[in-house]
């Protein structure tokens, strides 16, 4: 059977603005025929709250919350879901077309990711949980639905350790999601009010963990990943539609349910080996808009 050429993008570090319009700009691209299937991974610069693109209600503490000193972002993924915490966390997105149905899609694409981590060590299942119960939870992580990956190694506590959504666009999808690795204990506290989920992560440096992944992606899905750098000249078009795309965030409804935010220590840095991107100053909007959403 012959595979098919998808574009891998080596693991980059980058604020959560720049993130999400990576994510934007390589689903326009292969939604236009401009660039095959991709695969990446990336981790956040800073820690940063990401709302789902129809998450208009948040608890008010976020609107004030800081760490080390300086204000934790909020920004708006394109795809649906609630809030995530990210930092210490490793985000993976694909973007691709022609992959069935939405649900069916969902499973092939998770399928690298179960294979990945069983393969360093951690078993990994779907949740359980009904998606309807996420619109009393502002919490991606507080449960997991049937678009989750759970640890399944210990029967008596099922974690959630990979949240994913999507977004579509006739028969092209963007899935992303985050793997909680390595949670701030505080922070996460600060910002949820529950402890952090607790797995037997292996602690391995990031670039093993993506190469792994990366493996399994290319055996599961029976494709050829052609590692190949964002260019100069893509970063530029990124950094314009960044630009375009910032307003505030005046059109959500902050909701009075946590208290002000602990203080704590501050963060290890989780992103080391990772590449940061070039042309670009640190940017720290407080929004973010989406192209749209239908998520998973």
């Known amino acids: 059977m012959s595979t098919t050429?998808?574009?891998?993008i080596p693991l980059l570090n980058a604020p959560g603005v720049v993130?999400?319009?990576i994510d934007r700009w390589l689903f326009e691209q292969h939604d236009r025929g401009l660039m095959p299937p991709v695969l990446r991974f990336y981790t956040w610069s800073e820690p940063t709250i990401s709302l789902g693109f129809h998450q208009r209600r948040y608890p008010e503490a976020w609107d004030r919350l800081?760490?080390?000193g300086t204000p934790v972002p909020l920004v708006r993924r394109p795809t649906g879901g609630r809030a995530v915490l990210h930092g210490g966390d490793l985000t993976y997105a694909v973007i691709g077309s022609e992959l069935g149905g939405r649900r069916e899609a969902y499973c092939r694409l998770c399928?690298?990711?179960?294979?990945g981590w069983r393969s360093l060590g951690l078993p990994l299942q779907f949740g359980q949980a009904r998606s309807t119960e996420l619109r009393t939870q502002a919490n991606c992580f507080a449960l997991?639905?049937?678009a989750?990956?759970?640890y399944s190694?210990?029967?008596a506590s099922i974690d959630k350790f990979?949240?994913?959504a999507q977004y579509w666009r006739g028969s092209t999808v963007l899935q992303h999601g985050s793997m909680a690795i390595a949670p701030d204990r505080d922070l996460y506290q600060a910002v949820f009010d529950l402890e952090p989920p607790r797995l037997p992560v292996p602690p391995l440096p990031l670039p093993q963990i993506v190469e792994a992944l990366t493996a399994a992606a290319g055996a599961t899905l029976n494709i050829d990943l052609e590692t190949q750098p964002l260019s100069d000249r893509e970063w530029a078009d990124i950094h314009a539609n960044i630009q375009a795309d910032i307003r505030p965030l005046a059109s959500i409804k902050p909701l009075t349910l946590n208290p002000s935010p602990k203080s704590g220590e501050g963060l290890e840095d989780p992103q080391q080996n990772c590449c940061n991107p070039p042309l670009l100053a640190p940017l720290r909007p407080s929004w973010e808009k989406g192209v749209g959403d239908e998520g998973f």
Do not use: N
């Not at 050429?5 to 891998?8: L, M, N, P």
């Open 5 to 8: 050429r998808w574009r891998s």
């Open 19 to 21: 993130q999400m319009a």
């Open 66 to 68: 800081t760490w080390r």
């Open 111 to 115: 399928q690298f990711l179960v294979a």
């Open 144 to 146: 997991a639905t049937g």
């Open 148 to 150: 989750d990956l759970v």
């Open 153 to 155: 190694g210990d029967e």
């Open 162 to 164: 990979i949240g994913s």
